[in-house]
């Protein structure tokens, strides 16, 4: 997950409340069907991802098998 001022061809694009979420064809096989929320409770704060393609994922929620 990174910063960019390109959208290059084959990418995709999305649009949600003001928000550009950009994302390259190869992550795009991944990633198809994520739901991306934030939470900002008691319990932990920042974005969660929501993959339904995954497999596997590790303890902390930051990679995942397919």
Same mark, same amino acid.
């Given at each position: ?10 990418d995709h =694009?999305?649009?949600d409340n ?5 994302v390259d ?9 994520? =739901?991306?929320?934030?939470?900002? &409770?008691?319990? &932990?704060?920042?974005? =969660? ?9 590790? &303890?902390?929620? =930051?990679?995942?098998?397919?």
């Amino acid at each position: 997950l990174g910063f960019d001022n390109t959208v290059k061809a084959g990418d995709h =694009e999305f649009a949600d409340n003001g928000f550009r979420i950009v994302v390259d064809m190869k992550s795009f096989l991944y990633l198809a069907g994520t =739901e991306l929320q934030f939470s900002d &409770g008691l319990n &932990g704060k920042g974005f =969660e991802f929501h993959n339904p393609n995954a497999s596997r994922t590790c &303890g902390c929620g =930051e990679s995942f098998a397919v």
